[in-house]
């Protein structure tokens, strides 16, 4: 739980700075452990409800355990043609998980979303939001190795 | 032949956007320097006078916007970046900021001396975080060059949420809150972050500030289209040859961006549908190609010029499958805040859903018209206004993609 606290109290007196005290959390979990929501509502001096309203808020924070590797695949409509669902396909086949489960080492979390902004090279992956374009089945396993 | 021009992206490929000095010894930062050799409201009256309009979508006279805020007597104003673009196709933000961040900043300077205000905040969505790290490191380069003077700027990152691209939604997310809408009057310019007038214009808006003041706002509004001057980037995806952007004047016509510029339909294949303006606008038809992207022409036929994002789709395309899977988009994406959208995208998401299975009927296609023309006007925001357009434009240019699915 200190350590909760040492990551949110940086953020204490910049206004509006539970949503980038959130950020450093998920930064250090790749998720927003549930304590931390209720620490964050002290720091900030909010209700505890409210604090859980914003970190439910915004998709790119997840309360509650994920992978370490958090992989997202776009399937916004530029994505959606280029043929994303293939890549799903072959992610969860690869992984041997569905989309929003995580592997059972820790490893991997599957999460679908929507477009990421780098749709020269649809579609698109991004892993820990880092971007890989012009997916294809094929290359799923080679992206894959870089963090197993 | 359509030809690109860079205002926007004018040093694009030509400078070391890490490097402050490189900017500087292209010409940055003398317009903020010019700016504030001149009276407040002769910046903002050459604003006004280029007819510079807001490039995030909604298109209003920026010039007008900084006036707003200009008049309130407040101590403390504050300047808004929207750097949140969400719009699916869209990535021309990123390109401006990741190649050339000081133009943005240099903008955002020269608007704080117009209005009044010492301190900006550039909101930037939480799927770029390498935007950020830029966007800091050159305002860092900015502050340690002493350019800047009193003004201050800081980064806060989105959480991924695309209604947040609403100025007063925005507002609300830098202030810690959910990103939800606010009901308006007042407009920010006058009420707006933290209770004090705020300008929100977007990144690309910001970019173009600095050439006006340095060529003058006569020489802005003789570029493109007159009811909307300038140049536009735009973002090329799907079907398309060449998935790439581009900045072209606003007085070139769909048909050079996807033909000319874009290099036709990919595959061989043949045209069929364009979607401009990001996943929120309106589905074009073959027939109305010879529009020119500018504001007004595409809000005549029905469309929108919007994010600029151009999403082209050939012959082969399902368009009721597309527009299904927009229909999931928005129903993820609305806030909640307001019962038109909040239900108004789940039941449109679910009978999309239901025709693209085939398991739909001709009742359905007239419920969603209904229910479409219902959102338009009584959503609170600007998400669940243009929620329907895909739906609506698609039932009447694409109406036989509906009917064989039923048929």
């Known amino acids: 739980m200190a350590n909760y606290e040492d990551i949110i109290s940086k953020y204490q007196d910049l206004p509006g700075g539970i949503i980038e005290a959130y950020h450093a959390l998920q930064r250090e979990y790749s998720y927003i452990p549930e304590d931390a929501v209720r620490v964050a509502a002290e720091v900030f001096g909010i209700p505890t409800a409210k604090a859980w309203g914003v970190a439910t808020f915004y998709s790119y924070f997840k309360v509650g355990k994920r992978g370490k590797n958090v992989i997202r695949i776009c399937e916004s409509a530029p994505c959606h043609v280029a043929g994303a669902a293939e890549v799903i396909a072959a992610l969860e086949k690869e992984l041997g998980i569905k989309m929003g489960d995580t592997t059972p080492d820790g490893k991997f979390t599957l999460e679908l979303c929507e477009c990421v902004g780098q749709c020269q090279a649809t579609p698109v992956i991004t892993v820990n939001s880092k971007p890989y374009g012009d997916m294809t089945p094929e290359k799923v396993a080679g992206v894959l190795a870089e963090y197993r | ?407």
């Open chain 2, 1 to 407: 032949m359509a030809e690109e021009m860079r205002i926007v992206l004018r040093n694009y490929g030509k400078i070391d956007p890490l490097k402050i000095d490189d900017y500087m010894a292209a010409g940055g930062y003398k317009s903020l320097e010019k700016a504030r050799s001149m009276k407040q409201t002769e910046v903002i009256e050459e604003v006004k006078k280029s007819n510079l309009r807001g490039r995030g979508g909604a298109g209003f006279n920026a010039g007008m916007k900084w006036n707003f805020s200009y008049q309130v007597q407040s101590e403390e104003k504050y300047v808004v970046c929207n750097a949140d673009e969400g719009e699916p196709g869209t990535y021309k933000d990123r390109i401006i900021m990741e190649n050339d961040p000081q133009s943005v900043i240099e903008g955002m300077a020269i608007c704080g001396y117009a209005i009044g205000s010492k301190k900006g905040y550039i909101y930037c969505r939480g799927e770029y975080p390498y935007v950020v790290d830029t966007l800091n490191q050159a305002i860092a380069q900015a502050k340690a060059k002493g350019v800047l003077g009193d003004f201050d700027v800081e980064v806060r990152m989105g959480g991924g949420a695309y209604v947040c691209g609403e100025e007063s939604a925005l507002i609300e997310s830098i202030e810690g809150h959910r990103g939800e809408p606010r009901f308006k009057p007042p407009f920010p310019p006058v009420i707006g972050l933290w209770q004090k007038p705020t300008i929100v214009n977007n990144v690309e808006t910001f970019a173009n500030i600095p050439i006006i003041i340095e060529k003058g706002g006569d020489w802005y509004k003789a570029i493109g289209a007159p009811n909307y001057p300038g140049t536009k980037v735009l973002t090329l995806t799907g079907d398309v040859n060449n998935r790439t952007f581009f900045e072209v004047p606003t007085n070139t016509t769909i048909r050079e961006v996807i033909f000319g510029l874009g290099g036709g339909i990919a595959g061989g294949k043949k045209f069929k549908a364009v979607q401009i303006g990001g996943t929120s606008g309106g589905f074009i038809p073959e027939s109305n190609l010879d529009t020119s992207i500018d504001f007004d022409s595409m809000n005549s036929i029905g469309a929108v010029l919007g994010s600029g994002a151009v999403f082209v789709m050939d012959e082969s395309r399902d368009i009721v499958d597309v527009v299904a899977r927009i229909a999931k988009f928005f129903e993820h994406e609305s806030c909640g805040k307001c019962s038109p959208c909040r239900e108004g995208t789940k039941r449109m998401h679910e009978m999309m859903e239901r025709l693209n299975a085939g398991e739909g009927s001709a009742e359905d296609v007239e419920l969603l018209g209904r229910l479409g023309k219902v959102m338009s006007v009584a959503c609170l925001c600007g998400l669940g206004q243009a929620a329907p357009a895909p739906v609506l434009t698609t039932i009447k240019n694409f109406n036989a993609d509906y009917q064989a699915k039923f048929n």
